[in-house]
């Protein structure tokens, strides 16, 4: 509970038609969700996020860094003008609260190594959610077999002795050579191991790790519901005192800051 949901259109960036999705921004990042199921479509950590804005009076539009692109890709929402603008104002603020929470727990330091193994475990489930992806997702980038003639790594070519194998966090075809690694996707203890490619096994690796050492440098709990009723209140706070205008946030990745402005509604 806690994260909020908005029901919009996912424009495509190619050709293709706007799929209806609910998006549900939370401290463990940005999912889209499918409307009738709720299953998980897409996420984007907080932490791959490099920009984000209102494009115009209807799109909100966030740039994020994947596995599978070199540069930051571009995802559009489009809603309406109201939806729009809280989607901004709630992607900020989730994105500063996270910001906060990683450098509480750079400033407490590390656990004594005596803590006993059961103050580990609790531990380690107060941080899973911020980097766990669902077992049961299902990639928007999924390349069909018969679309791959090349491995997308080697460009070798695929025949019947050099088979079709999917990386099964980025989606693309690699030839078995290119696609050994085995990695759970995952921190939960019950996690599968899942073929991943090269590239791949390398980024999961690091986020898995990096996420572990977020954990093992806290000394505190905060499940997500709390924190999730933190951001609630902290975005209530923003529109109770800015009374009949909204506080808007310009978040500046590189600068590590929040520059805030009054918005009054006529202005869109």
Not at 41 to 67: G, M, Q
Not at 80 to 92: E, F, G, K, P, R
Not at 210 to 233: C, F, I, P, Y
Request: net charge positive.
């Amino acid at each position: 509970g806690g994260a909020q949901k908005f029901r919009v259109k996912l424009l495509p960036e190619g050709a293709g038609s706007p799929t209806d999705v609910l998006c549900q921004v939370g401290l463990d990042g940005i999912r889209m969700l499918d409307p009738s199921t709720n299953r998980t479509l897409r996420i984007y950590p907080l932490d791959t996020l490099t920009k984000w804005e209102v494009l115009d009076s209807t799109v909100f539009a966030i740039w994020a860094k994947t596995s599978v692109d070199f540069e930051a890709k571009r995802i559009r929402l489009k809603s309406n003008s109201y939806t729009s603008n809280t989607l901004l104002d709630t992607v900020t603020a989730a994105t500063v609260q996270f910001k906060e929470i990683g450098e509480d727990a750079r400033a407490k330091g590390t656990v004594d190594a005596g803590k006993s193994s059961i103050q580990s475990n609790e531990k380690k489930k107060g941080f899973d959610w911020m980097f766990a992806k669902p077992v049961d997702e299902v990639k928007d980038h999924w390349v069909p077999d018969e679309a791959a003639k090349k491995c997308q790594s080697c460009a070798g070519d695929f025949s019947h002795f050099n088979r079709r194998h999917h990386c099964r966090n980025c989606g693309e075809i690699f030839c078995d050579k290119c696609s050994q690694g085995r990695i759970a996707l995952t921190a939960e203890d019950n996690a599968p191991l899942v073929r991943v490619c090269d590239r791949c096994m390398a980024e999961v690796s690091q986020r898995l790790s990096m996420a572990q050492e977020a954990a093992n440098r806290s000394t505190t709990v905060q499940s997500h519901g709390d924190l999730a009723r933190k951001l609630k209140e902290e975005l209530e706070r923003n529109r109770k005192s800015s009374g009949d205008g909204v506080w808007r946030c310009i978040w500046n990745k590189n600068a590590g800051s929040c520059v805030s402005y009054l918005h009054s509604p006529s202005s869109g």
